[in-house]
């Protein structure tokens, strides 16, 4: 079964970008405002931090060459909420949607990991910002970056939702029974062909991947536009790095609620029992997660079904 989506796999995670024009981007001075959001007062070479209103913490992380205008939608929708509120924080992953690539720079033949020391920094912002078990929130790579937090660091998290990610996406590249070692050897193809792709040739093949995450005609090109302003090389790095990953020896570890949001998978011969069965068996070693499908979606759930989507948050945060 695991075999037979394979080449679906690529559908989790945004393809890959080209650099940004000049390697430098939309990056505000750390702690200082920003049209009508502040920047956390937080020095990273990693991250920065996009801090909004006031009440509960919650943290959203975007997937692969994602900006933090992907999640505008629920900040407005949080904000609209009565009662005490939430003060959000929208991670910027550098590198990808014209953040300069800083520390996530891959300077070598070999690639470097991203989402991995992503989460550490994530866990320093929550210690030294002194936020509160806040809910974590991450959608594709994001959802990987949360798990990856709240197994390696569980007491900075408070509730954790994953949106359209399983823990092991090598899984996909492999036969059945694959692990992370049996499928380095294709992540390190993937990355090789990636990094090393011209401009053009990159652009075109992952405007065609992104095109089949978003139906929402009116919202794919906020998907196509992040994707052309991101590094290349941190992207490519970043897919290498999430097929060569198995958090599920991990998920044990993982002691707060949790819920996961998934699609059907983007393939006529995947049905929703097929994709509910491999995300059942995807998060075994956490029988406490709640696993919720929601329907007639893409991969970007938060533009194809943003009412649902924001029912199963609210209904999430409410527990």
């Known amino acids: 079964m695991i075999r037979t989506v394979a080449f679906a796999a690529a559908l ?41 209103g006031q009440g509960r913490d919650i943290v959203l992380i975007p997937g692969l060459s994602s900006s933090p205008e992907v999640w505008q939608g629920t900040v407005d929708h949080l904000a609209a909420q009565d009662g005490a509120g939430w003060r959000v924080h929208r991670i910027h992953v550098q590198g990808f949607a014209g953040a ?10 070999a690639p470097t990991p991203v989402a991995a020391p992503v989460a550490e920094e994530i866990a320093r912002y929550i210690a030294e910002q002194g936020l509160e078990k806040p809910v974590v929130v991450g959608h594709s790579m ?15 998290v408070g509730k954790l ?13 492999g036969q059945p029974g694959a692990t992370a070692d049996s499928v380095t050897p294709v992540a390190d193809q993937i990355w090789a062909a990636q990094a090393n792709s011209s401009r053009d040739a990159y652009v075109a093949r992952a405007t065609d991947s992104i095109t089949g995450m978003v139906n929402n005609e009116s919202r794919r090109e906020q ?35 949790t819920e996961v ?12 029992q097929i994709t509910d069965a491999i995300y059942q068996a995807s998060f075994a ?20 079904q943003p009412e649902a989507f924001y029912d199963a948050l609210d209904a999430f945060l409410a527990k």
């Open 223 to 257: 998907a196509l536009a992040d994707m052309r302003a991101s590094d290349q090389k941190v992207s490519a790095a970043a897919f290498r790095e999430l097929i060569a990953t198995d958090l599920r020896p991990e998920l044990s570890k993982i002691t707060v609620p």
């Open 142 to 156: 994001g959802g990987t970056i949360a798990m990856m937090l709240a197994a390696r660091h569980p007491d900075s």
């Open 12 to 52: 989790f995670v945004a393809a890959p970008a080209a650099h940004a024009q000049d390697g430098h981007g939309v990056h505000p001075e750390h702690g200082h405002a920003h049209g009508d959001h502040q920047h956390a007062d937080f020095v990273s070479d990693r991250i920065h931090v996009r801090v909004e």
């Open 161 to 173: 939702m994953v949106v359209d990610m399983i823990p092991f996406m090598g899984a996909m590249f």
């Open 261 to 272: 949001l998934y699609v059907k998978f983007n393939d006529p011969r995947m049905t929703p």
């Open 285 to 304: 070693n956490l029988p406490g997660a709640q696993l919720k499908r929601i329907d007639d979606s893409a991969h970007f759930v938060m533009f194809d």
């Open 100 to 109: 300069p690539a800083e520390g996530n720079a891959q300077t070598g033949a």
